[in-house]
């Protein structure tokens, strides 16, 4: 196998671990935890949510684990947009690099959700409810409430994506811009405890969690299909690699 073809299999094996990242999340989060539906409201007692930790501790615990496990590929599948990216030129490369750091700090995010919540778990029943609930809260501001990566992430996708023709469909330029946006009203949750801001509401909540998942399948099916197209054109390859390779054998 050449090492393009090398490089073309694995971008396309990254490309969808996002998938499989969104289904161990949720399997982790819905029926083991049972935290997204529905999700837990602001306006819980202490005790309340101390009462349901202990309650499904096992699921709970279980569930942080599978959630762990998820966030490990969120980074490869991140990786695989940044080196789609990567085929542009001096800017796209900077633009890349936007995405490599965005992927890092949004990975640190993703996994610290079912840290935080495993916290809660591990002296559920034998500690002040209080301080359950703090660690619960603490989950779940990392759920909706650290969004910025993730819009810096997409609105550099959407730029590379329009300065170059051909790079990938323009609508999912577009798609990113507002994903960089719909992502934003998350961080109202902490001025509000019910409605529409709250953790559990339509605005802070349910769409932008739908719109996430929604995002990775389709940002997976995008560098999917780019690591399938040709080259492009002469002299250009889509592995920066063999590029590097060949202009220090041409010095």
């Known amino acids: ?100 750091a965005s992927v890092a700090v949004a990975t640190i995010v993703i996994l610290f959700i079912p840290i935080f919540w495993g916290i809660g778990t591990y002296r559920a029943g034998s500690v002040s409810p209080e301080i359950t609930q703090t660690w619960n809260d603490a989950g779940w501001f990392g759920v909706l409430f650290a969004v910025p990566p993730f819009s810096l992430w997409c609105a550099a996708i959407a730029v590379a994506i329009m300065r170059r023709d051909g790079l990938l469909p323009r609508w999912v330029g577009y798609l990113n811009l507002w994903m960089a946006i719909l992502f934003m009203p998350a961080m109202m949750m902490i001025f509000f405890k019910h409605g529409p801001f709250a953790q559990n509401g339509v605005l802070t909540f349910w769409m932008p969690v739908a719109v996430f998942f929604g995002w990775i399948i389709t940002m997976s099916w995008a560098a999917a299909r780019q690591a399938r197209l040709p080259s492009g054109p002469p002299g250009e390859t889509l592995n920066p690699g063999r590029e590097a390779a060949s202009a220090t054998s041409a010095m």
């Open 1 to 100: 196998m050449s090492d393009d073809a090398l490089y073309r299999a694995v971008l396309k094996v990254c490309a969808w671990t996002g998938p499989t990242m969104t289904a161990l999340f949720l399997a982790g989060a819905v029926p083991l935890a049972k935290f997204f539906v529905p999700p837990y409201s602001a306006e819980h007692s202490p005790a309340g949510v101390a009462h349901m930790y202990v309650d499904n501790l096992t699921g709970i615990r279980v569930g942080c684990v599978v959630m762990c496990f998820s966030a490990a590929l969120f980074l490869p599948f991140g990786l695989s947009i940044a080196a789609v990216v990567r085929r542009t030129d001096s800017a796209g490369v900077l633009l890349s690099w936007i995405q490599v």
